[in-house]
């Protein structure tokens, strides 16, 4: 049997001799923000800690993905630590990127502190010649699904087939030998606590939607225009009329917004643009609700006599929580923190594409509250940076030594007490087909 208790402490110790540089590198991505499949500088600093540990490791998977992989002493089992790449955009935070606007109001710069925490706290421990499986440590690109128009031009060019990072990562074969994944986002409940792992989430759908009507004077002959405006806005509010339909249980969530209303208020608006989500808990809850959301807008359309273009994108799967992997996490959690500051996550109705590496393989998300404010709002800011930037990564580590020694015993029981939802193969097809381009001829109904 090792001695799994000197084994945590090693890996602890390591992770603490690079305490100031740790919190550094948390600090510099914080003030460095850089948006989804753009995040170039932030991937380096993962590449240069990487090399400088000597971690084998490629780079620009998915355009700016990088994964190290450390082998154990034998290859029982492989689990993949996650580090998210990319910032959001709220040009109103202090710490925006004055040129887009990008800035870390989600946390993800202390996700890449802690996987680089992990990484020198690893390889400088010797722990690996104790384990019997391999860890990969991975810098995800784009979790946050935004710029559409953007991406949708980078699938275009053959360059990305999906626009979220995890899917692209899967698409790439980065989890091909990967059997179980964890990470930490950054929480900031306001109850305290220091430590969680996230509940099931919603997954969702995304839309785009025109509207293409006829323009006219406003004034003078409306009657020759059709309006796309109000054939949107009848579509939203068909959207609303639909909402007591949702059942409690689906947690269904639509949110659309107007990203185009018009051009000229003296002309009837012809091209009329917005966009939404289909959130919900199950897929077949999301696609429940779709069906419902693209027959309101066709109702506008039809009203008007205008014309729908309908995109429908996958966007990310629900999260399933791996129990038995949660278990191993917690105890090691409590530990490190004390139960006290642990608390129990319910259901999170937000998305993320963890969700979609959980359909394949036994994943937990765990939860750590170093930061304060509103999650993507301009008061976001890191309030403590020992949760934020270092105890993740000893709370990770201590996990990863738990599962891998002794033959990876705990491991391999995770895995045997995990039933996928999906495999690769099946997860691709299933993203395929959910895509889907529609023309609607309101006036030819
Ligand atoms: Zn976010
Ligand atoms: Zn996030």
Redesign the pocket.
Known sequence: MADVASLKARVANAIDAHRDEILAIGEDIRVHPELGFKEFRTAEIVDTHFSKLNIPHETGIAITGVKGVLNGAASNATIAYLG?LDSVLVRNHPDADPETGAAHA???NAQIANLIALAYGLVESGVMAELDGNIALMAVPA??YVEVEYRLGLRKAGILEFLGGKPEMIRAGAFDDVDMTFMT?QSCRKEGGILSVGGPSNGCIVKQIQYEGVAAHAGGSPHSGVNALAAAMLALQAIDANRPTFQDDDHIRVHPIITKGGELVNVIPDDVRIETYVRGASVDAIQKAAVKVDRCLKAGALAMGATLHLTTLPGYLPRIVSDGFLDVYRRNAWELVGESNWWDSGFGAGSTDMGDVSHIMPAIEAQARGCSGTGHGADYAVCDPEAAYITPAKAAAMTLIDLLVDGAASAKSVISGYKPAMDKESYLEFMRGLAQDIEWRGENA
């Open positions: 998210e989600c946390g993800h979790e946050e986002h």
